[in-house]
């Protein structure tokens, strides 16, 4: 099944302790983002990739970093984490270059971080 | 992207069509209207997209405007679980994926039994 999965799904953690959220796709995307959001904002893209070892800074870039090693997994990574940074957040993966109805974005399930 | 305007809220009957509207008055030539939808905390799903013409898939119809400042997402027979925010979103495609594409607050559609 096509799908981008997110772990973990719920995580509990406290001020400056440094953690990692995984997004892993399986359509071969070359395309994955990260999005944070909360009441009243919306979707705000904090980091995307175009492809391994490409990322650029999306809108709220601050206080998160990103990787891309493998064509499939595009980590989001906390160095110091904040009570501001308590929100919902979603990766999202599609093709590039293919045409709008092929290149649509498949979002994965959300996690749901509270920093303390 | 243009900026897009859609009510907050909306109510529609079970098995009753289910008119979304979408204000994009600014759109440029080369933008296409987009139509997410999420869930209660669900990632947000694709539903469809045009750019002039009217489009239909298995989930939804898309009627544009002649002149493109507006449009209307139809969900022919909405069942409960139609019941999500639904986002209209105009968007340049540049090659590069939906990359760039900005969520607003969307309509919420509330399905009535």
């Known amino acids: 099944e096509a799908q981008v999965t997110q772990n973990p799904r719920y995580l509990i953690t406290v001020t400056g302790k440094k953690l990692t959220v995984t997004c892993s796709q399986n359509?071969?995307?070359?395309?994955m983002s990260w999005y944070r959001q909360d009441p009243g904002l919306g979707l705000r893209q904090i980091y995307y990739s175009m492809n391994v070892e490409v990322t650029d800074k999306g809108d709220v870039p601050e206080g998160y970093k990103v990787s891309r090693k493998e064509k499939r997994n595009f980590p989001l990574i906390l160095e110091s984490p904040s009570p501001n940074q308590t929100s919902l957040y979603f990766c999202a993966s599609s093709f590039l270059g293919r045409g709008p109805t092929t290149d649509t974005q498949y979002f994965g399930p959300g996690t749901r971080l509270t920093v303390l | 992207d243009a900026k897009t305007t859609q009510p907050p809220s909306m109510d529609c009957a079970e098995g009753r069509a289910a008119n979304l509207p979408c204000n994009h008055s600014t759109i440029s030539g080369n933008e296409y209207v987009y139509w997410y939808r999420q869930i209660h905390s669900q990632g947000p799903q694709y539903i469809i997209h045009?750019?002039?013409n009217n489009e239909t898939n298995e989930m939804a119809s898309l009627i544009i405007t002649e002149d493109r400042k507006s449009s209307t997402l139809i969900l022919p027979h909405a069942t409960l679980r139609d019941t999500a925010v639904y986002y209209c979103i105009a968007g340049e495609y540049s090659g590069g994926g939906a990359d760039g594409l900005t969520f607003g607050k969307g309509t919420h559609l509330i399905i009535q039994p």
């Open positions: 045009g750019l002039k």
């Open positions: 359509m071969n995307h070359e395309y």
